[in-house]
């Protein structure tokens, strides 16, 4: 059984309208890169900073809210998605109280698994769209980074992951493109942190292949 989510209200000033009469269609996940979750929180909600994000996990699990889902929060910043250049209209950002440079915290991941289950519902948000910070804005990002288990996240229907079966692909900027990435050259470290952790080298046909695999994915589950 489920626990329920006891989540803190922590309002921050920093937010706005979304633009154009958009509603959440992706969630983008971060790290704080802070020392702690108080920390993290107390920049977020700084109107000298003009930073925030809808949500904070702390690394106990402990949820705040600081954005309402409404809202415009302010933390993709400039990049795109799928041609979508105004993220921060088109999404929910969620931050995760972690410096990146080990294995995200247990009880952190199981409240993430339960928020984002209640947001996807909620908004009709896909697997697909549901993206890393580094997805988006790969010249300037690198969060949540390689130590962060996107496979748990798949095995939870709650993002993607490759099928290891081959199948036709192309070549690796086209499937890239294709995919959601931005042309952009760091695009390629993104994808690897999320999918390929530690692989190293030019673009190769099993990075071509990986992203042709997740773009049949998100066709067959469409039709």
């Known amino acids: 059984m489920m626990r329920d989510l006891e989540i803190l209200q922590t309002p921050s000033p920093n937010f706005g309208p979304r633009r154009d009469g958009a509603t959440p269609s992706l969630i983008v996940l971060h790290y704080t890169a802070m020392g702690s979750a108080e920390v993290a929180l107390e920049r977020l909600c700084d109107p000298e900073f003009e930073v925030s994000a ?96 996107w496979q748990r996240l798949a095995r939870e229907g709650l993002s993607v992951w490759p099928d290891p079966r081959p199948c036709p692909h192309q070549d690796w900027r086209t499937e890239a493109t294709r995919f959601g990435y931005p042309e952009d050259a760091a695009a390629l470290s993104a994808f690897r942190a999320r999918f390929r952790p530690w692989h190293k080298g030019p673009a190769d046909a099993e990075d071509a292949r990986c992203l042709a695999q997740l773009h049949l994915a998100k066709n067959t589950q469409q039709s």
Not at 66 to 83: M, N
Not at 119 to 125: A, E, F, G, L, P
Request: hydrophobic content about 35%; overall charge negative.
């Open 54 to 149: 809808h949500y904070l996990i702390s690394a106990q699990g402990q949820p705040h809210q600081l954005v309402d889902e409404q809202h415009r929060a302010w933390h993709a910043g400039a990049g795109q998605w799928q041609g979508i250049t105004d993220v921060n209209s088109h999404s929910i950002g969620i931050e995760l109280d972690s410096l990146g440079n080990h294995p995200f915290a247990h009880p952190q991941i199981e409240t993430l698994i339960l928020l984002l289950r209640e947001i996807m519902q909620r908004w009709q948000i896909s697997p697909q769209n549901v993206i890393a910070h580094a997805d988006m804005a790969p010249d300037r990002k690198s969060d949540p980074g390689p130590r962060f288990d």
